[in-house]
Nanobody, 121 residues
Framework: EVQLVESGGGLVQAGGSLRLSCAAS????????IGWFRQAPGKEREGVSC????????YYGDSVEGRFTVSSDNAENTVYLQMNSLMPEDTAVYYC??????????????WGQGTQVTVSS
């Protein structure tokens, strides 16, 4: 059974940091890219970041570039999203997803259940 389980969300003040985790199982971890997406109420889903565990290549959305860092622990089949300098507009439900290709606009094969991130001003 494929599982993607996010954790680490919560409430933080503007300027603070959070680290999200995405624990993956049920598929060959290094054969898939892991992406982070977010969706705020009333807004479209937005691609945040993506990493290819096989070679460590990373990609970021314009709104988080320089503030967020994605990394993977291949031994633990886990991807992390370190979020620094958080702003109220980062408030959203954050999802991790897995797909052979790291493209924000594509249709991702597997999805987690999401974790809420709330940034207070």
């Amino acid at each position: 059974e494929v599982q993607l389980v996010e954790s680490g969300g919560g409430l933080v003040q503007a300027g603070g940091s959070l680290r999200l985790s995405c624990a993956a199982s049920g598929f060959p971890f290094e054969a898939y890219a892991i992406g982070w997406f977010r969706q705020a109420p009333g807004k479209e889903r937005e691609g945040v970041s993506c990493i290819s565990p096989s070679d460590g290549s990373t990609y970021y959305g314009d709104s988080v570039e320089g503030r967020f860092t994605v990394s993977s622990d291949n031994a633990e089949n886990t991807v992390y999203l370190q979020m620094n300098s958080l702003m109220p507009e980062d408030t959203a439900v954050y999802y991790c997803a897995a797909d052979p290709f790291c493209t924000f606009g594509g249709s991702w094969k597997y999805w987690g259940q999401g974790t809420q991130v709330t940034v207070s001003s």
